[in-house]
């Protein structure tokens, strides 16, 4: 005779490997989570220090200035870099509010003889620092 059906033993070989499979799942998506985000911050970071040297090697003058940076372009426009929380925002002419960097945990800068060094750690604890120097600078 042959008949076509599922049997409990199956049925239950079946329901375990399914069980198995979504146990795991979480995890693999997890860890590659994790690898994202991590590369997202190092991203993110790059972007942030792109940005921040084009406009010191422009400026005519750089400054500390109340735990952020002042910068003084050549057109006479003040973008200011300052600790937000765990964030750095950018502000032109005290106006606005642009979030450059998130998910910070320390922002260091130093400004001496044309030379800006700004270090900043990152929430996973890495750690990105650049020395920039200014192109206009006059000792």
């Known amino acids: 005779m042959n008949e076509k059906g599922i049997t409990l033993l199956e049925l239950m070989l079946t329901v375990t490997i399914l069980i ?6 979480p995890l693999i998506m997890n860890a590659s989570l994790r690898e ?7 991203e993110e970071a790059q972007l942030f ?11 005519s003058r750089v400054h500390i200035h109340n ?4 910068i003084l372009s050549k057109n006479g426009t003040t ?14 002419n005290n106006a606005g509010h ?3 960097l998130q998910n910070i945990r320390e922002l260091f800068l130093e400004v001496t003889d044309g030379r800006v060094i700004v270090e900043v750690e990152l929430a996973n604890g890495q750690k990105e620092k650049r ?8 000792p």
């Open 36 to 42: 994202v985000n991590a590369d997202f911050q190092h």
């Open 79 to 92: 973008i200011r870099y300052e600790r937000y929380g765990s964030s750095i925002r950018r502000r032109v």
């Open 67 to 70: 735990g952020g940076i002042e």
């Open 20 to 25: 198995a499979i979504v146990c795991v799942l």
């Open 131 to 138: 020395a920039i120097f200014q192109m206009s600078h006059k």
């Open 98 to 100: 642009e979030i450059v």
């Open 49 to 59: 220090f792109h940005l921040f040297s084009r406009e010191v090697r422009e400026s």
